[in-house]
């Protein structure tokens, strides 16, 4: 070979073995996840213990190999606001910084902007509790739906506590409406009666009239679909009326925040029901707790359902990579159906794009919940199909 | 009609806490036509100084005191640094008080963060009369209430200072040449105006929700009543508080909490339509 032609194919020979040992780094690379929560806004309250969570469950996951081999690398970005700005943020995340997954804890308005963005193209696990009813192509929902907060509990109240009229108050849009549909249901099939039915616009911050009409119907249950501030102020007016001695009170978007807003001594007879309480008495839920005050100190914020949904997300998102092979949406989508995972709420089993889970109900003890009942592998209900 | 006690509790209540509510911004819009986009924020350092009395375990009514000075001190500052440089200038008063208003806010919220505060009732349980259940505590604040109002009235009208404040309103250049000092008056009705919010919040804080946030829902009910009340006198305050504060009670009794603020909005639209300066108007 001549001296030239040497030189070139050694050139060339290196020059493949070193743009081959780049791709090869590359490989093993992180696989960026989109971690979409609100920061900022009117659910900014539930910002920090997302973040929190979401962090303690990526690194609990990278120390067990990553995912598929690689080590998550979030992408954090605040959609609290408007569904425009969330819909931009997510864009960003996506095409610019490439995130190939996303988790998303917010509420339905950007959610259904989001999905609109997707397309279905990629992975999207939506964590928070919700109203039921997301089917589309590539979304994997880990959150709550009324079926699941109200079919098991409903009927055991009415029977240990002796309780069949039931006012239904809330917000006035799609959450609180689509509660009230089911529950309606579910009260008729336990024997009960619907005595009144209330939709307040979220602008509201006095409830003396509807606190008099509760009174005036004799309601000996009230079914509190009121979110955020209204929640606050609504059951404190309440207690100081004395109707928290006639009536008991179910909440199923009163986390612990909420509780501590309403104060222990407005919380007599009140009732949440979720899928996660910082206070659940199992190994795995304390451990949690635990692990996470070690972790980000006592005053950190506060446990809660809606933030512990950001660390299932995560364990949900390995499990499903796992059992897919890739996070393309073609394969998460064949073999969504039966990912299950663990976490501090116990196990999670996916039918239908939703998940069966465990359901706690819990009593306010003071201004702390504690479980009263555990409600085991509860079905979302049939919601796409 | 059993239920009539309650409804007319409720309808005394809630004027009595509007006015209360919208005092401040009575004064320091009415008097010295500054619009502190800030009002909610003062409204807000009066509950957390009672949030910060219950965290230190104080006795609780020393809330009160903290409350008033705290706003003075700040109104003060915020008198001498920023408005008194833009009494001519609405709208630059406005941005200036709103971007207060978010500096306010985010200062509580890194003192004290997000999370909501339950102020403890210091007078729990209700009163039973004309056979219902009444509030103790809400009993008390109407009471005091009332009597703040009636003193401050009876104030306005016989002190010398009360004179002065209505010549300098009517004409400030000739009040000025007949030798009343108008920047101090100035300065004293507005920190008077951020004591007043302070002081509605502090009572205030054992029956709503306190947060960092809380602010800005005040400011939008008393928009409501000054323009239906008019600027400028307590008349019109207590006026302005009735007619939104019972136009929501009673349609809100009868339709619905929805069709309660439609009935305050619609009000209000007509009042800016066909009366602007309100029922009361200054001068």
């Known amino acids: 070979m001549e001296r030239r032609q040497f030189i070139q ?20 690379e992180t696989i960026k996840v989109g971690i979409l929560i609100p920061l900022s806004g009117p659910a900014g309250l539930f910002g920090a213990s997302s973040k929190n969570c979401a962090l303690m469950a990526i690194d609990e996951v990278n120390a067990a190999g990553g995912i598929l081999g690689r080590q998550i690398e979030p992408l954090f970005a605040d959609v609290g606001g408007p569904p425009a700005d969330a819909v931009q943020a997510a864009q960003k995340l996506w095409k610019a910084e490439g ?28 964590t928070a509790v919700y109203e039921g009813g997301e089917c589309a192509k590539g979304t994997y929902v880990l959150g709550e739906t009324p079926t699941q907060q109200l079919q098991p509990v409903i009927p055991w109240l009415a029977e240990q506590k002796k309780v069949g009229k039931w006012y239904l108050i809330g917000n006035d849009y799609n959450w609180p409406r689509n509660t009230n549909a089911a529950a309606k249901d579910y009260i008729k099939a336990s024997g ?46 309440f207690a100081s009326f004395g109707l928290a001695d006639n009536a008991l009170r179910l909440g199923t978007l009163i986390e612990e925040n909420t509780l501590m807003g309403i104060g222990a001594a407005n919380s007599k007879d009140l009732y949440a029901s979720g899928g996660y309480f910082r206070n659940i008495d199992t190994p795995e839920a304390k451990a949690f707790a635990e692990a996470y005050t070690k972790r980000f100190g006592k005053d950190a914020a506060v446990l809660n359902m809606m933030g512990e949904s950001c660390y299932e997300g995560v364990k949900f998102l390995k499990a499903l990579a796992e059992k897919a092979g890739s996070l393309k949406v073609a394969d998460t989508e064949a073999a969504a159906e039966g990912t299950t995972y663990e976490g501090p709420r116990g196990k999670a089993v996916m039918h239908g794009r939703h998940v069966a889970r465990n359901i706690y109900l819990a009593a306010a003890n003071g201004a702390e919940f504690e479980v009263v009942k555990t409600f085991e592998n509860v079905s979302p209900g049939s919601n796409c199909g | 009609m059993e239920m009539f006690p309650l409804y007319a509790m409720n309808l005394l209540y809630t004027i009595a806490t509007l006015g209360l509510i919208v005092l401040g911004l009575a004064v320091v819009f009415g008097f010295l036509g500054v619009m502190n986009m800030a009002h909610g924020e003062f ?47 609405p709208f630059d008063t406005l941005l200036a008080t709103w971007g207060l208003a978010i500096l306010m806010r985010k200062c509580i919220e890194i003192a004290f963060g997000r999370k909501y505060r339950s102020i403890d009732q210091i007078l729990p349980g209700t009163v039973g009369f004309a056979g219902i ?15 703040f109002f009636a003193a401050l009235f009876i104030w306005y009208r016989r002190s010398n200072t009360g004179a002065r404040i209505k010549a300098m309103m009517s004409n400030p250049e000739l009040a000025a040449a007949v030798g009343i000092d108008t920047a101090r008056l100035a300065r004293g009705a507005f920190v008077f105006g951020t004591c007043s919010a302070g002081l509605a919040g502090v009572l205030m804080a054992p029956l709503v929700r306190v947060e960092p946030y809380m602010g800005i829902d005040y400011l939008l009910s008393s928009f409501f009543v000054l323009v239906v009340g008019g600027l400028g006198s307590i008349q019109g305050l207590v006026t302005g ?8 009670v009673s349609i809100s009794t009868l339709s619905g909490a929805t069709g309660g603020y439609l009935a305050v909005l619609l009000i209000s639209i007509v009042f800016l339509w066909l009366k602007p300066n309100g029922i009361y108007s200054r001068g």
């Open chain 1, 9 to 28: 194919s050694s050139f060339t020979a290196a020059l493949i073995a070193a743009l081959g040992g780049v791709r090869w780094a590359r490989a093993a």
């Open chain 2, 133 to 147: 259940d009444y509030p103790s505590y809400r009993l008390a604040l109407m009471v005091a209430i009332a009597l």
């Open chain 2, 241 to 248: 508080a009735a007619v939104i504060g019972g136009t929501n």
């Open chain 2, 43 to 89: 409204i807000m350092i009066g509950a957390y100084s009672a949030v910060f009395v219950q965290q230190a375990g104080y006795y609780p009514l020393l809330a009160i005191p903290l409350a008033l000075v705290v706003c003075a001190i700040v109104g003060w500052l915020v008198e001498w640094g920023i408005v008194r440089h833009l009494y001519r200038r």
């Open chain 1, 192 to 237: 009960g009666s619907v005595v009144g039915e209330e939709y307040l616009p979220f602008t509201v911050d006095n409830f003396d009239s509807n606190l008099a009409q509760i009174k005036k119907s004799g309601a000996d249950a009230v079914l509190v679909t009121l979110v955020g501030g209204a929640s606050v102020g609504f059951n404190r007016a």
């Open chain 1, 99 to 126: 995130a190939e997954a996303f988790i998303g804890m917010h509420d339905s308005a950007v959610r259904g902007a989001l999905v609109g963005v997707f397309r279905g193209q990629v992975p999207y696990v939506y």
